[in-house]
């Protein structure tokens, strides 16, 4: 047994020992807390910053140092096209289409909008919000170093597999993918800052950036105006035939459209949206049943096809030849009498039923 | 003093409450160490989440919960106008003025261009980048909770002192700053890039987001078109006159321009350009030297004014009746026989001078 006085001594070395190496670790984990405390308050201020150098400029710098510049919409539209295959590649092509911008209070509507009575026309600028395409790509692009991924040249339907550059055409696939369209007005409402308008080839959701009055002195070319012959207007079908039970249920359903305050203006607006659609690309929903036109044979005449008019699906067969190659329907004025598009129904369509009923179930 | 046996015992107390203290206080840092570091982590992957949010949509929500849209400009304007003052108010009250956009590479010009050839004109989508009032109440607006602080009237020369809602004019002071030009095309230069453009209206700097061509069926009205009567084109002067000196230092220094390939066309898109400014808002460079026309009188008519086109100063005195009171030249054809701009002087301006000056001193 060792003397007791070694005792205190050891305890003491002992107890010297464990206090310096709490010191220095409580030291160790002092230090950490400071650094991990000025770390974050370094990232806090970091982006405090940035958030103030957001607020400033409406110009800003992008990571690959090319200025971008911001635009918020002044509205958005309500149009009688519900989806992207019902809409007509320009407002020109159905002009009796109808369709209204609700403005944005940060705009003043009532006020800024003033002044538009005395005007027959205005260019919207909009933006291709559903343009997946493009959207799809702007995607790539920002991961690929800001590389435009979008296709520099078009597939012109009109050139037979020909193409052109994009900035000769009004594709929507577009850097900045920007739509301007030449708009009839026909009311100016002020009360309710809305901007009703004919002519439309917006899809009903479309942001608005800015609305220009129509100026001739300014918007009508001078020289003498020359375009490739790919640009002419598109063919399309002279009239369309009815079934009277289709006419029928036209009439029963007008009253309830929100665009048409007729049912001859809604039927305008069906039937010249039919006859381009039939030309180009219509949507096909489904074969003719076999009870109906059973004279007809060819399968491709037997097809229905189908066109959303606001809440209404309205379906047509074609009768003249479809050339499935490119996708084109052959008009032939004399052989087909331009009188080849017959409306079969008009109905509540299937998204307009389920919304409704999720509509009256929330109340 | 005590026995010897209670001083290790004091000891080992001591040293058991230091233990205690230092082990507490060394748990404490130890949290506080951790609280820092999971804070710090906590908004590293904030930020980082953010960021990848950032990279996804074009479409972003802004603080007030609004979308807005980032354009990345695909191309610059170097036009014949280098300053705000000497730029007409439309690119088709100067039909001969000249310019050309030359495209980012991200657009990939050579493929994305090639078709315009076949056009007469295009709309040039364009951001008034000068825009100090805009940019201003962009600012401000931005700091008021997204306010608008745009004037939604616009006074309107023609109106002689009314106001019009912005949307019912062109003005640049808009929500969204976009220009929209109607342009004629003089050459479509693949090689180079560049796509060169007459009756221009954008300052050189300008950045173009759109390019769009100009398509008859659907950019030219159906209806009858409808303005209001201030929307008529603005009187101008139907002839310009030049003192011999002016006539001849233009013809020696056209042949410096970059953007007028013969002295007769930079003397159209002067003289259309100072037919115009005389009637609007002419920037007054000073009085005529008392040697010059001693025979004139007025005031008003010895004042000398001044245009800049390209690196050019044209100074030219008008010799009609001026209206201080709304800044608008009065004309009367008859009296004053349309000939009342005289040009005094072609020169090189002085900032042309000294950027020449500093290219110099750089080199």
């Known amino acids: ?23 220095i670790a409580s030291l160790v984990t002092a230090l950490a807390a400071c650094a991990g405390m000025l770390f ?59 369709g ?68 000769s055409t009004r594709t929507p696939h577009r850097p900045n993918p920007i739509g301007l369209t030449l708009c009839g007005i026909i009311e100016v409402n002020l009360q309710k800052s809305q901007l009703i308008l004919s002519g439309m080839d917006m899809l009903s959701g479309t942001p608005v950036i800015d609305i220009k009055p129509y100026v001739p002195y300014t918007d009508k070319p001078v020289r003498e105006v020359r375009v490739p012959a790919w640009i002419q207007k598109p063919a399309a079908f002279n009239e369309v035939d009815w079934q009277e039970s289709a006419e029928s249920q036209l009439r029963a359903l007008a009253p309830g459209l929100k665009l048409f305050s007729s049912t001859e203006m809604a039927r305008s607006a069906i039937e010249e949206a039919v ?63 331009c009188k080849s598009i017959l409306v079969m129904s008009v109905e509540r369509h299937a998204d307009a039923i389920r919304t409704d009923r999720k509509d009256a179930s929330a109340r």
């Not at 400029?57 to 990571?63: C, I, S, T």
């Not at 635009?71 to 289409?97: A, Y």
Request: aromatic share 8%; hydrophobic share 30%; charged share 30%.
């Open 40 to 98: 974050s308050l370094r990232t806090w201020s970091r982006r405090h910053r940035s958030k103030r150098r957001n607020d400033k400029p409406v110009k800003q710098k992008d990571k690959h140092n090319a200025s971008t510049y911001d635009m918020k919409p002044i509205g958005f539209v309500e149009s009688c096209w519900p989806d992207r295959r019902s809409t007509p590649r320009q407002g020109s092509l159905v002009p009796s289409s109808a």
């Open 275 to 337: 006859m381009n659609e039939a030309v180009g690309r219509p949507a096909f929903v489904g074969m003719l049943p076999d009870h109906e036109f059973p004279e007809v044979q060819e399968k491709q005449m037997r097809k229905v096809w189908g066109l959303k008019v606001e809440h209404l699906q309205i379906t047509y067969i074609i009768r003249a030849q479809r050339q499935t190659g490119n996708k084109e329907t052959k008009i032939n004025p004399q052989e087909d009498n």
């Open 100 to 167: 209204l911008v609700k403005f944005d209070p940060h705009v003043h509507p009532s006020a800024s909008l003033d002044g538009l009575q005395g005007f027959s026309h205005v260019w919207v600028v909009w933006m291709f919000h559903e343009n997946t395409r493009a959207r799809k790509a702007t995607k790539q692009s920002q991961k690929k170093n800001n590389q435009m991924i979008l296709k520099a040249k078009i597939r012109v339907p009109r050139l037979q597999g020909g193409k052109a550059g994009l900035f």
């Open 1 to 23: 047994r060792r003397s007791p006085a070694t005792r205190p001594r050891y305890e003491l070395v002992v107890g010297l020992l464990m206090d310096t190496t709490t010191i």
